[in-house]
């Protein structure tokens, strides 16, 4: 019995060790990847350009290998029409149907664009980090190019994090500007509200400082977005299906931090307590 209890108790050490020497090996990875990224676009300005094209516009056909822009334009349309038509239906029960500008204003530009962008960043571009340098490793390119005295992470995973921090600002932009729009057209043309108390109240709510944080908010989540989906296809093993598996892995992880860092951001920059300077509620 007491053997059996001394062997437990080591496979629970055990694997507690692991999983630590595991975080220690991701956080390492990500302090290295992000230092380097000051010095990636002056070291490799073709590869960083190249880079940013393959994300913004694509390389192939539009449906098979097709940028983000199109995809967080479509996105975006797509989820701030259904704000639009579920928000105005909301707001119609209480009788507050002119306020429908606030909530395009605010729910737009805090929550819905900056997620709706890193997802599309996730799905059409971290996965394809991911796949790029799985099949790197595991045919052993990047030991390749260690034998040949370049420096692997700098010049696979910062030079694409300096290359998603250049894209996503005019991505992110698109995408908030599809929101707004899809968001009036639904309220205004499809629900019929006056276009001019919409317009009102969305000017009034729609604070400078306001899109600057989502701003700041959609860089946050592309750096997060590139790194862990870089360290699931640079550590990838077990053939091209190990590749395939980490590039799930890694989905579904970055999908996690970015929700996760998408709540504590919007406490740390609009807290709990409402704030709308333009109505006097401070």
């Not at 000051?38 to 056909?61: D, T």
């Not at 507050?96 to 900056?114: C, D, F, I, Q, W």
């Not at 790194?227 to 890694?250: D, I, K, Q, W």
Request: proline letters at 4%.
């Amino acid at each position: 019995m007491a053997d059996l209890l001394v062997r437990a108790a080591r496979r629970r050490t055990r694997g507690l060790f692991d999983l630590l020497v595991a975080w220690g090996v991701q956080v390492t990875f990500y302090f290295r990847a992000i230092a380097s990224v000051p010095f990636a676009p002056a070291r490799y300005r073709k590869h960083v350009a190249r880079l940013v094209a393959e994300i913004s516009f694509g390389s192939a056909s539009l449906l098979a290998g097709g940028g983000t822009i199109g995809v967080i334009f479509a996105m975006s349309f797509v989820a701030s029409t259904q704000v639009g038509l579920e928000g105005y239906r909301g707001l119609d029960l209480i009788g507050l149907t002119p306020m429908s500008g606030l909530m395009s204003a605010m729910v737009n530009t805090r929550e819905l664009a900056p997620l709706v962008a890193s997802i599309a960043l996730a799905a059409k571009v971290g996965t394809g980090f991911t796949a790029q340098l799985g099949a790197m490793r595991i045919s052993d390119e990047i030991d390749a190019l260690e034998s040949m005295a370049v420096r692997s992470l700098p010049f696979l995973v910062s030079t694409r994090m300096a290359a998603a921090f250049i894209s996503v600002v005019p991505l992110y932009l698109v995408g908030l500007f599809a929101s707004y729009i899809a968001t009036r057209v639904a309220v205004v043309n499809l629900q019929g509200q006056s276009g001019g108390t919409y317009d009102f109240y969305f000017q009034l709510l729609l604070a400078p400082s306001d899109v600057g944080l989502s701003l700041v908010k959609a860089v946050v989540f592309a750096m997060l977005v590139t790194l862990v989906h870089c360290f699931y296809g640079y550590y990838a093993t077990g053939g091209p299906e190990g590749v395939g598996r980490a590039a799930g892995r890694a989905l579904r992880t970055s999908i996690v931090a970015i929700t996760f860092v998408d709540m504590l951001l919007t406490l740390l920059f609009w807290g709990l307590s409402p704030s709308l300077p333009a109505l006097g509620v401070q």
